[in-house]
């Protein structure tokens, strides 16, 4: 499966900006997707996963209610809606897949190219 993530760039604290996540493969439908990020100097890490058919979602706990995952499997795509973005959310975000859940951290695979993020303070 291949990945590729768009949708980051420079925004304002308490701006919004939206990450999409077009994958290739044919069985979108039968993964779990997950979003994460790394900062500079900091290791990768979760940011939110949604299961098959988005009747469940986990957010890490620094999300707060601001951002929201979702899929279209019929456009092979997985979102993220981000809302009062902080300058610490400043970092490359990612999407992977995964075939289990709920997924661990090392149940995911198929990191694509990320997107970066810059939030202003």
């Known amino acids: 499966v291949q990945l590729q993530a768009s949708g980051g760039g420079l925004v304002q604290a308490g701006g919004s900006l939206r990450l999409s996540c077009v994958t290739s493969g044919r069985t979108f439908s039968n993964y779990v997707l997950g979003w994460f990020r790394q900062a500079p100097g900091k290791e990768r890490g979760f940011v939110a996963t949604?299961?098959?058919?988005?009747?469940?979602?986990y957010y890490a706990n620094f999300v707060k209610g601001r951002f929201t995952i979702s899929r279209d499997d019929a456009k092979n795509a997985v979102y993220l809606q981000m809302n009062n973005l902080k300058p610490e959310d400043t970092a490359v975000y990612y999407c992977?897949?995964?075939?289990?859940?709920?997924?661990?951290?090392?149940?995911?695979?198929?990191w694509g190219q990320g997107t970066q993020v810059t939030v202003s303070s």
């Open positions: 992977a897949v995964s075939l289990k859940w709920p997924p661990g951290g090392t149940d995911f695979s198929s």
């Open positions: 949604i299961n098959w058919g988005a009747t469940m979602r």
